[in-house]
């Protein structure tokens, strides 16, 4: 993770702690704490060693209802790299779920067993349901199509790491932003940044959620623009956040179909945008990036993967309250520099 420092003048200005705080959506966080977040993430990527014993005897349980490559691999390694261990279940096939256990019942008993649980579930709310039945913190790693908050540290940290901060930009969103749940939260925690201009590209069968909409109107700093052309816009763009079509939230597959494809990004349709533009993409992708993007040095998707697991790092051990060593020194210098 790459550009410029944040200040850390602003990032201990609350004085307020997360540790023990369930992250549900990133409202559950301030902003100031969001920068903490990404000033401890620069600092772990740099600090690889010294942060190796930070949350020794320290157990995460990942309980995944959903599949997932890089959130569940990430938040594990995440745990690993800081010293702890992870018990839990990829699928419920094999957990107790499928015996019709709640998912509060499941918590009241893995909450006894764990210091920190990361959950993904398919229905919308299970994340909150969970943070209410546990009595440690839980982090919500996806429920449906509502918020997915630590691919929005990871998309920050991005932002971040290009451009040396996460607003003053002009972000264009593409593909399935009805379900897409990158993209809400996103949207959502961008708009208490402030000073965001969002161009939302999708077909109007798959546009913006009226809640979502509603944020950026609520914040004076921001507008956007919807439209269903990507190439008319992507000269404009500084950011250009790609999307895959979200085939298990469809319910007529002959509606997935016909709209799985609209968006295909490639070098021909690049060509018309700003050579500093950034290309990201939360991943799993299908046909929505042409492999030959791969190498543009545009294409920051795979930078995003790296930097969910630095965010996941920082966000574990802030909320186990394990603090990383050196890093209020690093911290001090920078306020005194
Ligand atoms: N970005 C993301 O959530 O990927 P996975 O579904 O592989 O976890």
Do not use: W
Not at 135 to 158: C, E, F, K, R, Y
Not at 171 to 198: A, Q
Not at 287 to 310: C, H, S, W
């Amino acid at each position: 993770m790459k550009g410029e420092p944040l200040s850390s003048v602003q990032q201990h200005a609350d004085g307020q702690s997360i540790v023990g705080t369930s992250v549900i959506t990133l409202d559950d966080l301030t902003v100031t704490q969001i920068e903490e977040l990404l000033h401890k993430a620069q600092y772990i990527d740099s600090h690889r060693k010294e942060v190796a014993h930070t949350c020794d005897g320290r157990v995460l349980a990942t309980l995944f209802y959903e599949p997932s490559t890089r959130t569940r691999l990430s938040f594990e390694t995440a745990m690993l790299r800081l010293g702890g261990k992870v018990i839990g279940f990829a699928g419920s096939q094999l957990s107790s779920a499928t015996k019709g256990e709640s998912i509060s019942d499941t918590l009241k008993t893995v909450s006894n067993y764990v210091d920190v649980v990361a959950i993904r579930h398919p229905k919308e709310g299970a994340a909150l349901v969970a943070a209410d039945a546990s009595s440690v913190p839980v982090i919500n790693a996806g429920d449906g199509g509502h918020m997915h908050p630590t691919q929005t540290l990871a998309d920050l940290a991005t932002l971040q790491s290009r451009f040396g901060r996460v607003n003053g930009l002009t972000i264009g969103l593409c593909g399935d932003l009805t379900f897409g749940r990158t993209v809400h939260s996103l949207i959502e925690t961008l708009c208490r940044f402030g000073n965001v201009r969002f161009v939302l590209i999708s077909p109007k069968e798959l546009r913006t959620p009226q809640y979502v909409l509603n944020r950026i109107n609520a914040t004076p700093t921001c507008s956007y623009e919807e439209v269903t052309d990507l190439s008319t816009v992507i000269g404009d763009l500084d950011a250009l956040y790609m999307t895959r079509v979200q085939k298990e939230r469809f319910f007529n597959e002959d509606d997935y179909l016909r709209l799985r494809d609209t968006y295909i990004l490639d070098e021909g349709k690049l060509a018309k945008a700003k050579p500093t533009m950034a290309v990201l993409h939360p991943l799993p992708r299908v046909n929505e990036i042409a492999t030959e993007v791969d190498v543009d040095p545009r294409a920051a998707y795979f930078e995003q993967v790296k930097n969910g697991m630095l965010m996941r790092m920082a966000l574990e051990s802030s909320v186990l309250g394990d603090e990383l060593p050196g890093y209020e020194q690093y911290a001090n210098q920078e306020v005194e520099a």
